[in-house]
């Protein structure tokens, strides 16, 4: 079953063409790696689906419905949940109310089985000692942890990770990944841009090579990495390999 | 000019100055929270950015209110307090209603402190990370919400130096708002000098007790300063590392 269906997507950043016809889809409990050069489109499109930026033209279709077309966006922004590259932490607030402002908020839970929720949740990333700690006092993994941690006290059907270790020092992105390939284990379904194609060699289900606003390519892992058909893979494969 | 001439015009007449004084107080704090309020209020729709599913008649009121609130501030920073204070007062007094002298000079200052505050909100707001907002956003929090939580928390931190400013700033420009005669500290200081003829030694007594009044409010809101500087943080008893993640694998 696809949970996500793109279909002919376009779009423009004035006349910066970004993304030019893309279509894919995501099914449940799948990971798809998004990989490509920067400027690519592969942020954009991520930020499409999560309704943080619109399209011009085709159709995003998740949990069956066409989101360009949802009034209510709060109510399906809670099913998808997003993680940033700069982690985005509410600086005000420590770990803990960081990922309980939403749960009270938006899903009206009372605060304490919020925090609950959080504490296990903070717990399965290993951050069980800092829920009083503020974002200040963090290194980047502990934070992209804790962004993590928020997003999944939603109980999102979906995450979308927009290069979750490209702000990280190298010692700090085994963390992450350890965090997320977990959630692939668990069959999370999550769409991921990154740029470490170690990782995700190891846990994609699906890879899917965007050049210039086009996928050039999309397949197994194994089919991209180790016999790609278009030539413009095997140059991108073989200058970061 | 003779300091014990100051000193004994101090004493003689320290009633009266405590009179300014307390005038002078109540219509500078009260003016700056009002102002505040107001600021608070006017710069948060202003830096309210519609989303790009807003209705078109959401955007057409949003940009009715952008043009008006920008017409108070531009009037109210661009035209002397005193003459604001002299046209409102008697504007009000002589069409409307015979208001209360205190009360007026209150609301002027309020007005005008409003339209420097809603400025500095609304740097204050945009200044904090567009990112925190995508963040809340993206949890399904409505704009309002991640407004009241997330970021005029940060963005009453990041403005309070300047926040802070004007009650110095209302402190020493209440001042002109002896023309509508109230009783502040410059008033005052009119009367006694008319008395006593001693127009410098008044004077200067009054700067001291002005310079004593704006030394003390910015030790004050310095030491606010710091304390909303100074973050909580925790210190964890045990290292966390990736060899500790354990995943509850789901439904377990």
Redesign the interface.
């Given at each position: 079953m696809a949970l996500i269906e793109i279909k002919n997507v376009k779009k423009s950043f004035e006349t910066n063409k970004v993304l030019s016809d893309i279509s894919f889809e995501v099914n449940k409990g799948d990971v798809v790696c998004m990989i490509g050069p920067s400027g690519s489109g592969k942020s954009t499109m991520l930020r499409c689906i999560?309704l943080?930026e619109?399209i011009d033209e085709g159709q995003i279709i998740v949990l069956g419905q066409d989101i360009n077309k949802i009034k209510d966006?709060?109510?399906?922004?809670?099913n998808?949940?997003?993680v940033?590259q700069?982690f985005?932490?509410?600086?005000?607030m420590?770990v803990l109310d960081n990922c309980v402002?939403?749960q009270v908020?938006?899903l009206k839970k009372d605060k304490n089985e919020a925090e609950q929720v959080a504490i296990q949740r903070l717990?399965?990333?290993?951050?069980?000692?800092?829920?009083?700690?503020?974002p200040?006092?963090l290194s980047g993994g502990q934070k992209q942890r804790v962004?993590i941690a928020?997003?999944l006290c939603?109980d999102p059907e979906i995450l979308l990770f927009d290069e979750p270790t490209s702000a990280l020092d190298p010692q700090m992105v085994?963390?992450v990944l350890?965090?997320i390939k977990?959630?692939a284990?668990?069959?999370?379904t999550m769409v991921i841009v990154t740029h470490e194609m170690a990782f995700a060699k190891d846990v994609a289900d699906k890879i899917v090579f965007m050049d210039d606003g086009i996928i050039l390519e999309e397949g197994s892992p194994d089919q991209i990495f180790n016999n790609p058909k278009n030539e413009r893979t095997r140059q991108f494969l073989s200058r970061i390999i | 000019m003779s300091l014990s001439k100051c000193l004994e015009i101090l004493t003689k007449y320290f009633p009266s100055f405590l009179l300014g004084i307390r005038t002078t107080l109540i219509v500078a704090i009260l003016g700056t929270l009002i102002g505040l309020i107001i600021g608070l209020f006017i710069g948060g729709i202003r830096a309210v950015k519609l989303?790009?599913?807003a209705s078109k008649s959401v955007y057409i009121i949003k940009k009715i209110i952008d043009i008006i609130t920008k017409i108070y501030i531009e009037v109210f920073r661009g035209t002397p307090m005193m003459v604001q204070a002299v046209f409102i007062y008697y504007l009000v007094y002589t069409n409307i209603f015979k208001w209360d002298k205190m009360f007026a000079a209150i609301f002027i200052i309020s007005i005008n402190t409003g339209a420097y505050m809603a400025e500095i909100i609304r740097s204050g707001i945009q200044a904090v990370?567009p990112?925190?907002n995508?963040?809340?956003?993206?949890?399904?929090?409505?704009s309002s919400?991640t407004m009241m939580?997330?970021i005029l928390?940060?963005a009453i931190?990041n403005a309070f130096p300047a926040i802070g400013n004007e009650l110095i700033v209302n402190i020493k420009d209440s001042s002109v708002l002896m023309i509508i005669s109230i009783t502040e500290l410059m008033f005052q200081s009119n009367s006694i000098a008319g008395t006593t003829y001693r127009f410098t030694e008044t004077y200067f007594v009054t700067a001291m007790i002005y310079l004593f009044l704006t030394s003390i409010s910015s030790f004050i809101l310095h030491l606010i300063e710091k304390r909303l500087n100074n973050?909580?943080?925790?210190f964890?008893?045990?290292d966390?590392?990736?060899h500790?993640?354990?995943?509850?694998?789901?439904g377990e």
């Open positions: 999560n943080l619109d966006i709060n109510a399906y922004r809670k998808v949940g997003m940033f700069q985005n932490l509410f600086n005000n420590n402002l939403a908020k938006v717990s399965e990333v290993g951050l069980k000692d800092f829920i009083y700690a503020f200040n006092t962004a928020r997003a939603m085994g963390e350890n965090v977990n959630l284990d668990q069959d999370m | 989303d790009k599913t990370d990112g925190q995508e963040a809340a956003r993206s949890l399904g929090m409505s919400q939580n997330v928390p940060q931190k973050t909580k943080t925790s964890p008893q045990s966390t590392n990736i500790s993640i354990v995943i509850a694998s789901k």
